[in-house]
């Protein structure tokens, strides 16, 4: 298995049309290289707009990421 679910959340999950997808992994280092290959992004930055967790846990965008590990994209929680 050489594959990463990737899970998106409110905004993201609206703006993509779809709850998840499940990416090869090749070619992918880090969790900022998920994001530029479901979102058709190739900007060498990443959006400071969108928060990152690997297998459940905060992390940077450049977290490394591998094979079988589960990446979720959501947008910054507000309140007030």
Known sequence: MNTINVRYFAGI???????????????????ADVWHRVSGVSSVSAPINVLVAVNQEY??????????????????????
């Open 13 to 31: 999950r609206e703006k993509f049309g779809r709850g998840q997808d499940v990416v090869n992994a090749d070619g992918i280092r880090c969790a």
């Open 59 to 80: 992390a940077p965008m450049d977290h490394p990421v591998r094979a079988g590990d589960e990446v979720a994209f959501f947008p910054p929680v507000t309140g007030g």
